[in-house]
């Protein structure tokens, strides 16, 4: 992996290029995190600021295949951001306020030969070298109370997917499960999840899926959950998934399910999606209790030994987006990010975690 990274007074950008071949051939993969850095700018121009660099940042990089924007106000933000977006291509929009004192920041990956199709009802596709790719983003639902919205959620992502020849249980290899007031909400979530996991024979004894499942608001205040999703399909393509279990337990054994990562193998690359993990041990128990900087140094390690089980390591990072319950933990743990992750595009934004205890989280994608 090559890293760059660009900054002026206005907006730093960080970009991640993995090349085929081992770095021999041509760039097919980018990540770019682009940050604003002038918290007194109003929105309108932190809004026209990123939109600016994100057009420089596709038009160097290629074609997008998924963005996501992070917001301090979805509420107030979102309409506008909608309007300025004009890429067609998977999209998600969350609130996460960026924890720089900022309004937005963004996420985005990038391939110069993939293509990517509309599909209608926050359905993609990204085609590339007899891939694809469904990508699900911004799922809300009416239904009400948490539970009832992730069962009806997980259904329609289940049925968009059977409709396209794909199931939920051979060919959804990530979800993110955003959470408003996930201290009230998460266990609807869990019990939804689960509910859903049992009709499609995902069990402890099968296998889940990678996920994330943390705080984030869309910007109705009535959808208690909103849904990404990536599923994929193609001739050779293998999936493993990653347990850690020196450092992790099964989640099944405090009742949720998720995998911890996914290795997904492909003809000519490999992907790690390494879901959201904090400072735990190998019997589900929270680590350091109230100690922020321990608790973000065990967070790492055990990232570490996931990449490992996968068969790569820290230089393989293709992005990483951290979580944290406190905004008064940005600066320490900032600089512990910036000290083991020096180059890797990365996020950091206010999204309490699903257990209290747990003062932050990251997860990860690799590319190798």
């Not at 408003?180 to 499609?200: E, S």
Request: some cysteine.
């Amino acid at each position: 992996m090559l890293y760059s990274c660009f900054s002026d007074k206005e907006i730093n950008i960080s970009t991640s290029m993995w090349f085929a071949g081992g770095g021999d051939g041509p760039q097919v993969e980018s990540f770019s995190s682009l940050t604003l850095l002038d918290p007194y700018m109003p929105f309108d121009s932190q809004l026209d600021c990123l939109m600016k660099n994100l057009k420089n940042v596709t038009d160097s990089e290629g074609t997008p295949v998924f963005m996501r924007f992070f917001l301090s106000d979805p509420a107030n933000q979102a309409e506008a951001l909608r309007r300025r977006i004009g890429y067609d291509c998977p999209v998600s929009v969350i609130g996460q306020a960026p924890l720089n004192g900022t309004k937005i920041a963004a996420m985005v990956w990038c391939r110069p030969k993939a293509t990517v199709a509309g599909m209608g009802d926050r359905m993609h596709k990204v085609t590339e070298r007899g891939i694809d790719e469904y990508w699900y983003t911004c799922g809300v639902s009416d239904a009400d109370g948490s539970y009832n919205q992730t069962v009806s959620l997980l259904d329609d992502l289940s049925s968009k997917l059977e409709d396209n020849g794909l199931s939920l249980e051979d060919n959804c290899m990530r979800t993110w499960l955003f959470v408003q007031n996930i201290d009230v909400n998460y266990k609807g979530v869990v019990d939804g999840r689960n509910t859903v996991f049992d009709r499609h024979g995902l069990t402890k004894d099968t296998h889940f899926i990678a996920s994330t499942g943390i705080e984030g608001r869309s910007e109705s205040h009535a959808n208690k959950v909103m849904l990404d999703a990536v599923a994929v399909s193609g001739n050779g393509v293998n999936v493993r998934f990653l347990h850690g279990l020196s450092h992790l337990n099964r989640t099944s054994e405090y009742g949720v399910r998720f995998e911890r990562g996914s290795l997904v193998e492909l003809p000519d690359r490999r992907y790690v999606f390494i879901s959201g993990t904090a400072s735990i041990d190998n019997r589900g128990k929270i680590l350091f209790e109230g100690d922020i900087k321990k608790q973000t140094e065990r967070m790492i390690e055990n990232v570490e030994v996931l990449l490992a089980e996968a068969g790569c390591g820290f230089d393989k990072l293709g992005s990483v987006i951290v979580y944290l319950r406190d905004p008064a933990d940005y600066a320490v743990v900032k600089s512990i990010i910036d000290k083991r992750l020096p180059e890797c595009p990365c996020v950091i934004v206010q999204a309490p975690v699903c257990r209290p205890g747990w003062l932050v989280e990251m997860e990860c994608i690799a590319i190798f």
